[in-house]
């Protein structure tokens, strides 16, 4: 049990769906982010919220929408994706003043 | 920009020791991170150093860093196949930064 989890574990979806990714942390961190994790490439980070601010958008298209409604609960909000989007998506939690990130297990997400 | 390289695969017999290298570009790196993902999970912090620190040691993991060099090692002691995994260097500038810039990875094999 990380503390962080995500939903749903496994999605598989078409180009023209739209869908979202929820990451749910307990751990009373007050920072949130978004990685993807692509096969034989480094994790990226995607977004970065802190106070529930958006603090670092790291050049992602648009068809990648985040929402942070509190300090416990990140979305990723996913449309028109194309089949390169393919990933795992981890989402992480930690707090400004410690810069440990502790991670969800991953939403594996495949674009048909 | 920051660059964090590690060597992909790397196969121990059980009981052996695991040695674990990456090498990083940011000499403004203040925080060193070793994470372990095991199939199908996310990331799980296993230790971090500061870059002021050159040796630290938890249980098994003995992680050395050389600044001078930007080199961080993982050595596990007497390699279980349970620490079958991919182990993930990270580093962070630290200064309010929230970017962790991750290693590729490098995939670990537990020989019986």
């Known amino acids: 049990e990380t503390g962080v989890t995500q939903t749903p574990r496994h999605l598989v979806m078409g180009m023209t769906n739209k869908k979202s990714l929820k990451c749910e942390q307990h751990l009373g961190h007050n920072a949130m982010y978004w990685y993807k994790q692509s096969a034989k490439k480094p994790l990226e980070l995607m977004f970065v919220?802190?106070?529930?601010?958006?603090?670092e958008n790291n050049s992602v298209p648009s068809r990648f929408s985040p929402e942070c409604p509190n300090s416990s609960h990140l979305f990723l909000h996913l449309h028109t994706l194309q089949p390169e989007d393919s990933a795992l998506y981890l989402c992480?939690?930690?707090?400004?003043?410690?810069?440990?990130?502790?991670f969800g297990q991953g939403t594996r997400l495949t674009v048909v | 920009g920051e660059d964090v390289e590690q060597s992909l695969f790397l196969s121990v017999r059980e009981g052996d020791s695991s040695v674990i290298n990456c090498t990083y570009t940011d000499s403004s790196s203040t925080y060193l991170y070793w994470y372990k993902q095991e199939p199908g999970a996310g990331l799980q912090l296993l230790t971090y150093?500061?870059?002021?620190?050159d040796m630290k040691q938890d249980q098994r993991l003995t992680v050395l860093l050389n600044k001078k060099d930007k080199h961080l090692s993982l050595r596990i002691a007497d390699t279980q196949t349970g620490d079958s995994a991919i182990y993930f260097c990270a580093e962070n500038p630290g200064a309010g930064s929230y970017q962790l810039t991750f290693g590729k990875g490098t995939k670990l094999s537990v020989i019986p």
């Open positions: 150093i500061f870059s002021n620190m």
């Open positions: 919220y802190s106070l529930e601010e958006r603090v």
């Open positions: 992480a939690s930690g707090t400004a003043s410690n810069t440990e990130a502790f």
